[in-house]
């Protein structure tokens, strides 16, 4: 059964940072590409960024330069540095896992990144 699990979502102040961890179980770890994704409420969801299995890395617009992707095959996780957070920041993020195959598509159930001051 496959499984990926955030957490480290939390409310923080405009300008403060979160760390996001997305562990994943049920999968090899290593041959999926990874991603973030957030949803605001009223809003589509979106791709906040993206690493591959060969560590390229890619970024929405709206984060570059505040936000840092990354990924531990040892340890099956996959994180999300977020820095200079804004209140437009504030979504449910969700960790997605793509497999090499259409089908092999996972997604973790979410957790809630609050900037408020």
């Known amino acids: 059964q496959v499984q990926l699990v955030e957490s480290g979502g939390g409310l923080v102040q405009p300008g403060g940072s979160l760390r996001l961890s997305c562990a994943a179980s049920?999968?090899?770890?290593?041959?999926?590409?990874m991603g973030w994704y957030r949803q605001a409420p009223g809003k589509q969801r979106e791709l906040v960024a993206s690493?591959?299995?060969?560590?390229?890395?890619n970024y929405a617009d709206s984060v570059k330069g505040r936000f840092t992707i990354s990924r531990d095959n040892a340890k099956n996780t996959a994180y999300l540095q977020m820095n200079s957070l804004e209140p437009e920041d504030t979504a449910v993020y969700y960790c997605?896992?793509?497999?090499?195959?259409?089908?092999?598509?996972?997604w973790g159930q979410g957790t809630q990144v609050t900037v408020s001051s």
């Open positions: 049920g999968i090899i770890f290593s041959t999926y590409a």
């Open positions: 997605n896992a793509q497999g090499r195959v259409p089908g092999n598509n996972y």
């Open positions: 690493i591959t299995r060969n560590y390229f890395t």
